[in-house]
């Protein structure tokens, strides 16, 4: 594996949910300069061969993570794009079964959760989430 994959990997998992500027910031600190292009087709080997995970909530940066093999989602704050780890609610894949699965062997669902995190909430004053296991 190359110095540059390596840095990543590092990169990713010392960070929170990295987009691709920070993984370049990173790798950048670890090991000197290296291109963008060079940080982007190694994000995307390193996904392709299992050892990343990305995620890609819809209008924000696409975003990595080391956490592969589990069955996990995300919870992504509206205000802030923070990314939290959400556990499955069922423990197995997939979470969730579609109503008609049209001939396709369902292996996985991928659940991103919106809403306003601890501190957005506070600084708008929102209130307590909703919450259907209280």
């Known amino acids: 594996m190359t110095a540059a994959r390596l840095a990543i990997l590092h990169t990713v998992d010392g960070g929170d949910h990295l987009d691709v500027e920070a993984i370049h910031r990173g790798v950048c600190d670890r090991v000197g300069q290296v291109s963008l292009q060079a940080v982007y087709d190694?994000?995307?080997a390193l996904q392709r061969g299992g050892l990343l995970r990305r995620i890609e909530p819809a209008g924000s940066p696409t975003r990595y993570e080391t956490r592969v093999g589990d069955n996990h989602h995300h919870l992504v704050c509206r205000s802030c794009?923070?990314?939290?780890?959400?556990?499955?609610?069922?423990?197995?894949?997939?979470?969730?079964?579609?109503?008609?699965?049209?001939?396709?062997?369902?292996?996985?669902?991928?659940?991103?959760?919106?809403?306003?995190c601890p501190p957005c909430r506070a600084e708008t004053g929102s209130a307590q989430p909703h919450s259907a296991h209280a």
Do not use: F, M, Q
């Open 81 to 116: 794009g923070r990314v939290t780890d959400v556990d499955c609610a069922v423990g197995h894949a997939p979470c969730l079964e579609p109503v008609s699965d049209a001939g396709y062997l369902v292996d996985e669902a991928d659940v991103i959760y919106w809403g306003l």
């Open 42 to 44: 190694s994000l995307n």
